[in-house]
């Protein structure tokens, strides 16, 4: 069976085999979708599968004028495999849909032995609902490593989620090379340890952390991205959550004092100033990202600012003053608003969490909806692009369950079946206004996930829910979903990816003796409704 649920499937009579007379047939136009899927099918069945625009039991690859941008129909009878789509992405999503047709081990990196690759006669057609449908991985807590990042990117455009959203710098790590700031990666990009646990006063591990991607990694991760139909859409995180580029750059902070890369977690005090200087800085950065990155959209955060020091800072009152600015929301949203200027004289628009609705938003700005669905409703009704991630229902860092072996349990419970049902769009919006909803993602923030296998356990199976409920239309069954992800968990399996299984974390996903910080729905309804009390409609 199909993960996401198809729109549409009928089955016939036989099936295609492939064999050693099989070949790809695409036109010119369709080569880069017909050398990744000849590139995903060699290796388990060790076919040659030459690609040539006329065959005669072929896979065939075309267009169709009559199909949505990113849908597809895939026609398997015993003499050919036919995908059609609206665009090279509809057609590269129904050959992933081809994958899934045949045995899991095609997943396989080298030829799997006694496996008979037969596709059943059926005919797929399929289109998603929203036009973004993404995950955010934060490489800023945990440094993600090229070669696995390249994997995430593969499973994402496995499940046909089609926007990789970058967290690339926080307090804790700068994880891109700036050219013209080199001392973010030559001291911003390490840590001398990090916070074990999540309570307050946890230890830390006394062991260092680093990483970051040179341009040229993220050239070709930005490519690689691209040839699978994903986006990837940078984060420089400010004002607050900024203390690694001020280690990096003193003079970048509030009164210019030197600190070290952050070792703890949560939300710190430490945040940018905002001199024409440091605006210029970031105008810098944000060249060079924008050089690196063809996504429309460029995160810049705004998130959990704290203005404490503004408040107490003379300098920082002073420009408030000159710049007619009322209060400390006011000067970041002037803050955000110079930022965002810039990216538009560049052709971009601004991605930011919502945080920025608490003052005026710039123009133009996507809203990622995380403090559940206030900033979600309230964006969509200013007429603000949304991106839906609420906490309680995508935050992928959260505990699985109340089983007493989850690692490091954080916040409330968010299961499988609470991750099958989201729903990006909030109820109370007219049509006019819903339609400013682009669509949906997880966030994956890896405080506590410290190598790639833990992201596994952490991000699937609830992801797999996730891109459903992000591509499928219609009424949801969990019941049936979970038939059906009980077939695709061996393509997960054969990829080598270490989900959580139902029954509970496996002996060596758990975290013995590093305490968490549970909460109740309750307890964290009340904490959220508190964080999103200053944003009105």
């Not at 029954?503 to 590093?514: D, F, K, S, Y």
Request: aromatic share 8%; net charge negative; charged share 25%.
């Amino acid at each position: 069976m199909l993960l996401p649920r198809p729109a549409s499937l009928r089955t016939g009579e036989g099936e295609f085999l492939l064999d050693a007379s099989t070949t790809i047939a695409a036109g010119d136009h369709l080569t880069p979708s017909a050398l990744w899927l000849q590139s995903a099918l060699r290796p388990a069945t060790g076919l040659p599968l030459p690609i040539s625009p006329v065959a005669r039991r072929p896979i065939r690859l075309g267009l169709r004028a009559d199909l949505g941008q990113e849908a597809y129909r895939l026609t398997a009878t015993t003499e050919c495999v036919l995908i059609e789509g609206g665009s090279q992405a509809g057609v590269f999503y129904g050959c992933q849909a081809l994958l899934q047709l045949l045995p899991p081990a095609v997943h396989r990196r080298s030829r799997a032995s006694g496996q008979r690759w037969a596709v059943p006669a059926v005919t797929v057609q399929d289109a998603p609902r929203f036009r973004w449908r993404g995950a955010m991985l934060d490489v800023a807590r945990h440094f993600m490593p090229k070669q696995d990042l390249l994997r995430f990117v593969d499973l994402l455009a496995m499940h046909r989620l089609n926007t990789l959203h970058l967290h690339l710098t926080d307090d804790q790590g700068w994880r891109v090379e700036i050219r013209r700031h080199p001392r973010l990666t030559e001291v911003g990009s390490w840590r001398r340890e990090s916070q074990l646990g999540a309570q307050e006063d946890a230890p830390g591990d006394s062991r260092p952390h680093g990483g970051f991607y040179t341009q040229d990694d993220i050239r070709e991760i930005v490519a690689y991205a691209a040839d699978r139909h994903v986006t990837v859409v940078p984060e420089i995180d400010v004002p607050g959550h900024s203390q690694a580029a001020i280690a990096a750059y003193p003079a970048l902070g509030v009164g210019g004092e030197p600190l070290e890369v952050h070792t703890r977690w949560g939300v710190n005090p430490n945040v940018l100033n905002t001199e024409e200087s440091t605006v210029a800085f970031y105008c810098d950065v944000l060249d060079e990202i924008t050089d690196l990155f063809p996504s429309r959209f460029i995160g810049i955060g705004g998130d959990e600012c704290p203005k404490d020091q503004w408040r107490t800072d003379p300098r920082t009152q002073e420009l408030m003053r000159q710049r007619g600015l009322a209060d400390e929301n006011g000067l970041q949203s002037w803050f955000i608003g110079r930022l965002g200027e810039h990216l538009a004289s560049r052709g971009r628009r601004v991605f930011g969490w919502d945080d920025l609705l608490e003052g005026p938003v710039p123009p133009g700005t996507a809203v990622a909806s995380w403090r559940g669905m206030t900033g979600a409703r309230t964006a969509a009704r200013r007429g603000h692009d949304v991106v839906s991630c609420p906490d309680d229902q995508v935050y992928l860092d959260y505990r699985q369950s109340e089983h007493p072996d989850e690692p490091i349990p954080f916040a409330v419970p968010l299961t499988l079946q609470d991750a099958y049902s989201f729903e990006p769009v909030p109820s109370g919006l007219s049509a006019h206004e819903a339609a400013h909803v682009l669509g949906g993602q997880a966030n994956i923030w890896t405080e506590h996930m410290d190598s790639p296998r833990t992201v596994d356990y952490y991000a699937f199976p609830r992801l797999c829910a996730v891109a459903e409920a992000l591509w499928s239309t219609g009424e949801r069954d969990f019941d049936d979903f979970r038939t059906r992800l009980a077939a695709h968990l061996p393509r997960l399996e054969a990829i080598g990816v270490e989900y959580r299984r139902e029954t509970g974390p496996l002996p060596w996903q758990t975290r013995p003796g590093i305490e968490g910080k549970p909460s109740t729905r309750l307890e964290w309804a009340s904490f959220i409704d508190q964080l999103v009390a200053h944003i009105k409609v």
